[in-house]
């Protein structure tokens, strides 16, 4: 740990905590069997792995001689020093330790925003969920319940129960949401729309509502068996679907009957009547 952080960096004592590694404040002091050296455990453990002795005494050690030193611990422990958030102006100071602890509430520390995730500094976050986040929670206006502003849009066009609608229909009835849907069973101004007629239009697969349609010979077609169905004029039903969907069989006024392509390669042998 550098000094940056400690209140009173002339302290002679502090030399007595020092990393033989990276000449910082030991973090987890720790000394090898050979001398008294101190260093962090990060920095030994490392610096062994690379090569096997004390990087003082040069006498050689493995990562088992790493003995905890609990003294030097306590005594880092004690020394007085800022909140690391102090460049964001947290004015707390106490002894490490308890700077430790204080910084798990400290209300300069770096949080993040549960509704849009980005971090914020933790007493200013009570602001930015309220008027600047993204996705802050609205009052509708209408119906009063909260919702995350980006989802607002959707509740005003889907949801909400509250927002009073006029009939489309010109009639003047003026309604919620689901007084509306009702009325629109009964409006006396409704438009009912004719179903379009399917006469003349080609018979395809994709219709629904084959089984019992009545149907004639597409005039453009030529079929190899001409006139047994009765000829271009006669009516047929659709008595059933052949095993694949693209063939139907149809029944004539005569009684005769067979199979027609009703999209097979792209053939329409059908039109309706
Ligand atoms: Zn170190
Ligand atoms: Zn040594
Ligand atoms: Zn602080
Ligand atoms: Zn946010
Ligand atoms: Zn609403
Ligand atoms: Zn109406």
């Not at 590694?21 to 490392?46: A, F, H, N, T, W």
């Not at 509740?155 to 009835?173: A, G, M, Q, V």
Request: glycine letters at 2%; charged letters at 25%; hydrophobic letters at 30%.
């Amino acid at each position: 740990m550098s000094y940056e952080n400690i209140l009173d960096i002339q302290d002679p004592k502090l030399k007595d905590y020092e990393c033989g590694i990276c000449l910082g404040i030991c973090q987890r002091p720790v000394r090898l069997s050979c001398c008294l050296q101190i260093y962090c455990y990060d920095c030994i453990k490392e610096s062994l792995d690379i090569k096997s002795t004390c990087c003082i005494c040069r006498r050689s050690n493995t990562i088992d001689d790493i003995i905890d030193n609990k003294i030097i611990q306590e005594s880092i422990d004690m020394i007085p020093i800022k909140c690391n958030n102090y460049k964001d102006k947290c004015k707390y100071t106490g002894t490490m330790k308890e700077v430790v602890n204080h910084m798990l509430t400290c209300e300069f520390r770096i949080i993040s925003c549960d509704l849009c995730l980005h971090s914020y500094i933790a007493n200013n976050m009570n602001k930015h969920q309220t008027t600047t986040c993204i996705n802050r929670k609205m009052e509708c206006k209408y119906c009063k319940i909260f919702i995350q502003r980006n989802l607002i849009d959707k509740h005003l066009e889907l949801d909400c129960l509250k927002i009073s609608f006029e009939c489309k229909n010109d009639c003047k009835f003026k309604g919620f949401r689901e007084d509306i849907k009702l009325h629109d069973l009964v409006c006396p101004n409704k438009i009912v729309e004719e179903p379009t007629s399917k006469k003349n239009k080609l018979v395809k697969y994709t219709d629904v509502d084959l089984i019992n349609s009545q149907v004639k010979q597409n005039p453009n077609c030529v079929w190899k068996y001409n006139n047994y169905h009765g000829g271009i004029n006669s009516i047929g039903t659709i008595i059933k679907y052949s095993h694949t969907k693209y063939w139907v069989y149809v029944k004539w006024e005569n009684n005769y009957t067979n199979t027609y392509s009703i999209g097979d390669m792209n053939n329409y042998d059908l039109i309706y009547n």
